[in-house]
């Protein structure tokens, strides 16, 4: 008996079908349609990982009393970091079920998945997209805590030396309002500026020092509210 007719045989014993080569079509388009939407929501989940880091002040780990592990735990993006890394699976488990998707190793595809969305995640950051995805995900979404927020509550420690708010009026001394409405005087004469800042009415600062009465504040160090990057997208 000649092979093909016992191939004929066998796909007429097991009922085997011929699958259209639509459905191939379709279901590799779905894969690769899978692998690029992973890889921009990932891309787009490095950019405010990116945009946090940027407005975290690790350096302030050294000055504050209270646990520093707890803190640095808090200031972390791990909702961001997290949904980086989920898409980032999606994205692999998307090429490799395509039809080419066999051709490469799994190290070739993990690393040309995160170097896509490094590159896409960077660029988002640097167009300032990044801080308008977190300010959206803050409204929207109850339980989610904004990267303001807490700056808000790391820079509401008057009695641990961490202050903040918006300048209100300038003379000898700074009066500032914080972000539950108390009017605070700064003493700022030998307060280090760090920035660049007119410390005119109206500019958000932080700052850093210690109580002296109950509204009297003496700064030893005074910082611009936004990041290095927001400041840099406002000139």
């Not at 014993?13 to 692998?35: P, Y």
């Not at 700064?186 to 600062?205: T, Y």
């Not at 020092?209 to 030893?220: C, L, R």
Request: glycine share 8%.
């Amino acid at each position: 008996m000649k092979n093909s007719q016992k191939l004929l045989e066998k796909i007429q014993v097991r009922k085997i079908t011929q699958k259209s080569r639509l459905k191939f079509v379709l279901k590799n388009s779905l894969f690769w349609t899978l692998f690029a939407l992973s890889i921009i929501i990932g891309g787009l989940s490095f950019s405010v990982i990116l945009f946090v880091l940027n407005e975290t002040e690790f350096d302030l780990l050294s000055q504050i009393t209270d646990s520093k592990v707890e803190l640095f735990l808090g200031i972390l993006p791990f909702f961001w970091v997290i949904s980086c890394v989920i898409f980032l699976l999606i994205s692999i488990f998307g090429i490799r079920h395509t039809k080419i998707g066999y051709r490469y190793s799994p190290f070739w595809v993990f690393g040309s998945s995160v170097i896509l969305s490094i590159i896409l995640g960077t660029s988002f950051f640097f167009t300032g997209g990044a801080g308008k995805i977190e300010q959206i995900f803050a409204e929207n979404i109850p339980i989610y805590e904004s990267v303001v927020e807490k700056k808000i509550a790391l820079w509401s420690m008057p009695e641990q030396g961490f202050l903040s708010g918006e300048i209100i009026e300038k003379k000898e001394i700074l009066i500032i309002k914080d972000w539950s409405g108390k009017k605070w005087k700064i003493n700022f004469e030998n307060a280090l500026m760090r920035g660049k800042m007119s410390l005119n009415k109206g500019e958000k600062i932080k700052i850093i020092g210690k109580m002296s009465e109950d509204i009297i504040f003496i700064a030893k160090e005074i910082r611009p509210w936004e990041g290095r990057k927001m400041r840099s997208n406002e000139k």
